[in-house]
């Protein structure tokens, strides 16, 4: 049975995608290889708003997310926290021996600037992780805020995953200035899950040489050094950069603006229907996600029962809430590829399926 997933990530993958997927494999060390390397960077490079250079990593974005503390933290790194993916990181960070110390907030409230520059000020940490956009409750941070904050702090190293926002939004790696920008290929990107990218700054590069513990899989330096040459450590996932590329020549059609302001709309699309019956945005106010939707299950509709239905009798996948939000909240992806009319079909389902629950 096929149907399409209206979750936040994996997403639906479009056919010109899977058609991409399936060319030739060529050799990872071959002039054709480089080619198609450096023919993906400076794409790349664009969306980040950087000049520098943005590594393909084999792994899903967890590798990345992991490796980037091991080759950066040598004294101790404070973790953001405002979700599931954020708080795993501050346990990633203890699994992997480093002193690691937490900025909470309850989820879907954002990370506070003036509480990171308080943190920061007591100059404990040389490395701090964030998530721009944290799917698990559809909460977005102010980056140009945070960033703002960060700056303040040269010797702090800033790692920030943006596995849910890049290329939903503009990202401005550079005039920000911020160290090492990270995402997955499953979600905003559109791509099937196995591939990540990092994109560090010479800061970043310069700390990772110092620290002895980088490993080998996820060596900055080790990807550094294959990438001045067009290539990867080790043997990448070819099919997903055939697919990236693919996917880059679409973003180059469709147009950066036009493709950021089509996500603001068809975010908007599934707000104004869920207000219209009555539920609520789970994140605080203003600071809804621009790629997903979290809303609050104020109407106590058995999303069990609906996703269903949903499933069953209309062929589409929402998300019936992560983690300790299950059945409280549920969750709209409208990453990728969706237009008004995909989000409407949905829409128009759920209409239906919530109808035999008596909301109207
Ligand atoms: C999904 C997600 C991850 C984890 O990605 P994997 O590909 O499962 O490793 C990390 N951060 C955010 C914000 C995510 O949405």
């Given amino acids: 049975?096929?149907?399409?997933?209206?979750?936040?990530?994996?997403?639906?993958?479009?056919?010109?995608?899977?058609?991409?997927?399936?060319?030739?494999?060529?050799?990872?060390?071959?002039?054709?290889?480089?080619?198609?390397?450096?023919?993906?960077?400076?794409?790349?490079?664009?969306?980040?708003?950087?000049?520098?250079?943005?590594?393909l990593s084999t792994s899903s974005a967890w590798g990345v997310m992991e490796g980037s503390i091991r080759n950066l933290t040598q004294k101790k790194v404070l973790c953001c926290m405002n979700g599931a993916f954020s708080d795993k990181w501050l346990d990633v960070a203890q699994r992997c021996g480093l002193a690691a110390g937490a900025l909470k907030s309850e989820w879907g409230q954002p990370v506070d600037p003036e509480a990171l520059r308080k943190e920061l000020a007591t100059g404990q940490y040389d490395t701090v992780t964030l998530i721009h956009n944290e799917t698990s409750c559809g909460c977005m941070s102010d980056l140009p805020a945070i960033a703002a904050v960060l700056r303040q702090f040269p010797d702090v190293i800033s790692i920030v995953d943006?596995?849910?926002?890049?290329?939903?939004?503009?990202?401005?790696?550079?005039?920000?200035?911020?160290?090492?920008i990270i995402t997955g290929s499953q979600k905003a990107l559109?791509?099937?899950?196995?591939?990540?990218?990092?994109?560090?700054?010479?800061?970043?590069?310069?700390?990772?040489?110092?620290?002895?513990?980088?490993?080998?899989?996820?060596?900055?330096?080790?990807?550094?050094?294959?990438?001045?040459?067009?290539?990867?450590?080790?043997?990448?996932?070819?099919?997903?950069?055939?697919?990236?590329?693919?996917?880059?020549?679409?973003?180059?059609?469709?147009?950066?603006?036009?493709?950021?302001?089509?996500?603001?709309?068809?975010?908007?699309?599934?707000?104004?229907?869920?207000?219209?019956?009555?539920?609520?945005?789970?994140?605080?106010?203003g600071h809804g996600s621009v790629s997903l939707n979290c809303f609050a299950n104020t109407l106590k509709v058995d999303l069990a029962a609906a996703n269903k239905a949903l499933k069953a009798k209309h062929g589409f996948v929402i998300d019936g809430g992560y983690g300790k939000l299950k059945g409280l909240t549920f969750r709209i992806s409208n990453m990728g590829d969706e237009t008004t009319e995909t989000m409407a079909a949905l829409l128009q389902a759920l209409d239906a399926v919530l109808a035999e629950q008596g909301v109207k």
Avoid at 164 to 179: H, Q, T, W, Y
Avoid at 227 to 240: A, D
Wanted: glycine share 4%; aromatic share 10%.
């Fill in 190 to 285: 559109a791509l099937p899950p196995g591939m990540s990218l990092l994109s560090p700054s010479k800061r970043a590069l310069a700390r990772a040489a110092l620290c002895k513990t980088r490993g080998y899989y996820f060596d900055f330096l080790e990807f550094q050094k294959n990438h001045e040459s067009g290539m990867t450590p080790s043997t990448p996932v070819i099919p997903l950069i055939y697919a990236l590329r693919s996917k880059l020549d679409d973003i180059k059609a469709e147009g950066l603006e036009a493709r950021f302001a089509r996500h603001a709309r068809n975010n908007q699309q599934v707000r104004d229907w869920a207000f219209a019956k009555g539920f609520k945005l789970f994140p605080k106010e």
């Fill in 1 to 55: 049975m096929s149907y399409k997933l209206f979750i936040p990530g994996p997403i639906a993958v479009s056919e010109k995608t899977l058609r991409a997927m399936a060319q030739p494999m060529i050799g990872h060390r071959s002039t054709d290889f480089v080619a198609l390397y450096q023919s993906i960077q400076p794409d790349l490079q664009a969306l980040l708003c950087t000049t520098d250079p943005v590594y």
């Fill in 162 to 180: 943006t596995v849910s926002s890049f290329s939903a939004m503009p990202i401005k790696k550079d005039e920000l200035g911020l160290d090492v």
